[in-house]
């Protein structure tokens, strides 16, 4: 709830930078594992064709391979085993490839088994009729011209086998195995879908895979890549090298902040953030007294330009007709009392009202130790008093009669005195034993030296407020002498807080801006 405003780059800058760098050197690694690292020798081999043959023809051409393919079809044997239909036969074309960066050489091939061979395709339930190496790439015609019986088989199995050679590739070099299968007759068939072939073979310091389509990186695809790195790049040092502003919100030039002393450290953090956004803008915050205070410096100056002051009051104020006031955010208070003051976690609004009404004198009436009470508030200029008489007194707050609440009083009256800041009346309480105050609770909640508690069994929170359970607070109102001109500083500060970070920085000390609140026109989380 509580804290300063933060010096440097907003969290929201911050994760841009994070985001901007993540889109660079994710793409990159990903880019340098996949295609120079991990992808610099690559053997690639798809499977094209994995077709059983069909049975009958509809064309002269047809009939006329399926011919060719009767007469690799194995005749009754002398065992009687009935020979291999036409629908048994299957067609496999199978397309080898370097799709690394590097040429695989000879040595570069390894095999489970240790053997002296590249890649093994296994067929389980089908053996090899007939194969033949086909579309060479051109560097690799004169490999394969000799070499053709260098691809072996397997013709007896019933896992078919088809083994080819370590043929050394250079980049982009391709040839395809083209291969005639009969199912085994021992093997059931099972519908017409044909397994892929099981692969045995690998790449040292690279790797063997199935592919789809092209796996290297095409021409036009590279440049997109490489044209989106460089938006990003681009993106990220123009958010290094620029100011951070936005046109809605920056204005420039000087405005004086004045008023209540309960908003004073959330309006003190807001200037703060807005003249980091904005360098040209210098805001005073350093003039808050009162609410009352803050409106009489702003009727009676006669400022030369009306829209470099602006006055900040807890409630709406009707005694200053020439001044304008709009709503900025419902602003919590809560009960403060001397730590020595134990027992007493939270007191009903009666009972905090026949406190300050004198009519208990010693806090063991309410369940608390036996010390003397003695009542701190504000003076009849404060905001925060009008607030706590309004929401909890529903009254007036009797006149004091002690200059510091240790001496003075009559009896049987309880000792009353007044502190004319919120800091004042935090540090009368603290070192006053028996001591009952009030204070705005992002103030209250950060020193150590008070107790906060509640009011009717509820906490001074946001969630209470908003849930309409806690009812002690106050609007909180911007004056300033007369309409703003929408391009003046004043004007775009009061922006800020509304709709920009200062939104986000009242919500840190525990206000509710008005526009998250039940009625945003009266500013209050409760009708």
Request: charged letters at 25%; one cysteine or more; aromatic letters at 6%.
């Amino acid at each position: 709830m509580v804290g300063t405003a933060d010096r440097g780059l907003s969290v929201d800058h911050l994760l841009t930078y994070v985001f901007a760098v993540v889109g660079v050197v994710v793409p990159v690694v990903a880019f340098s594992w996949e295609f120079i690292l991990s992808g610099r020798k690559r053997l690639g081999y798809r499977v094209q064709v994995n077709d059983l043959v069909r049975a009958s023809a509809d064309s002269a051409e047809e009939a006329a391979q399926l011919g060719v393919l009767q007469q690799l079809l194995p005749k009754k044997g002398d065992d009687g085993a009935k020979p291999a239909k036409l629908g048994d036969m299957s067609i496999v074309l199978l397309k080898i490839e370097n799709n690394g960066w590097t040429e695989i050489g000879h040595e570069d091939y390894r095999h489970s088994d240790g053997a002296n061979s590249g890649i093994t395709f296994r067929f389980p339930g089908r053996t090899v009729a007939g194969v033949a190496l086909t579309a060479p790439s051109r560097s690799m015609k004169s490999v394969l011209r000799d070499h053709t019986s260098g691809v072996k088989t397997d013709l007896e199995g019933s896992d078919g086998l088809i083994v080819l050679p370590r043929f050394a590739l250079g980049r982009e070099d391709s040839y395809k195995i083209m291969a005639v299968l009969r199912r085994h007759p021992d093997v059931p068939k099972h519908g017409d879908e044909l397994p892929l072939p099981e692969v045995d073979g690998g790449i040292r310091r690279g790797k063997a895979i199935r592919t789809e389509s092209r796996t290297r990186m095409s021409t036009p695809y590279a440049a997109l890549v490489t044209l989106l790195v460089a938006v990003v790049v681009v993106q990220f040092v123009t958010g290094l090298i620029t100011p951070h502003t936005d046109p809605m919100d920056c204005e420039a030039g000087r405005l004086s902040l004045t008023g209540s002393t309960a908003i004073e450290k959330v309006m003190q953090d807001s200037a703060a953030r807005y003249q980091q956004r904005c360098p040209g803008a210098h805001i005073d915050a350093t003039g808050f007294k009162s609410s009352n205070d803050g409106l009489q410096r702003l009727d009676s100056g006669k400022p030369a330009d009306p829209a470099t002051q602006l006055a900040f009051t807890d409630g709406l104020n009707t005694d200053h007709p020439a001044l304008v006031a709009r709503p900025i955010a419902f602003v919590l208070f809560t009960p403060v009392i001397n730590p020595e003051v134990t027992g007493v976690e939270s007191l009903s609004r009666q009972q905090i009202a026949d406190l300050y009404a004198g009519r208990y004198l010693n806090w063991r009436e309410l369940g608390g130790p036996d010390l003397p009470v003695r009542l701190v508030g504000r003076h009849r200029s404060s905001g925060s008093r009008s607030a706590f008489e309004h929401e909890i007194l529903e009254g007036d707050q009797p006149p004091d009669n002690s200059v510091d609440c240790h001496a003075g009083a009559a009896a049987p009256e309880p000792p009353r005195c007044e502190a004319d800041t919120t800091a004042d009346l935090l540090t009368l309480v603290a070192r006053t034993p028996g001591a009952i105050g009030y204070s705005e609770v992002a103030t209250a909640a950060a020193d150590s030296r008070i107790r906060v508690i509640g009011v009717d069994g509820h906490r001074a929170t946001r969630a209470e407020a908003l849930a309409g359970a806690y009812h002690f607070g106050a609007s909180e109102y911007a004056y300033s002498v007369g309409a703003l001109p929408p391009d003046s500083l004043a004007a775009a500060f009061l922006r800020f807080l509304g709709f920009g970070e200062g939104k986000d920085i009242l919500s840190k000390y525990g206000d509710a801006p008005c526009a998250e609140l039940t009625d945003p026109v009266g500013c209050r989380p409760y009708r």
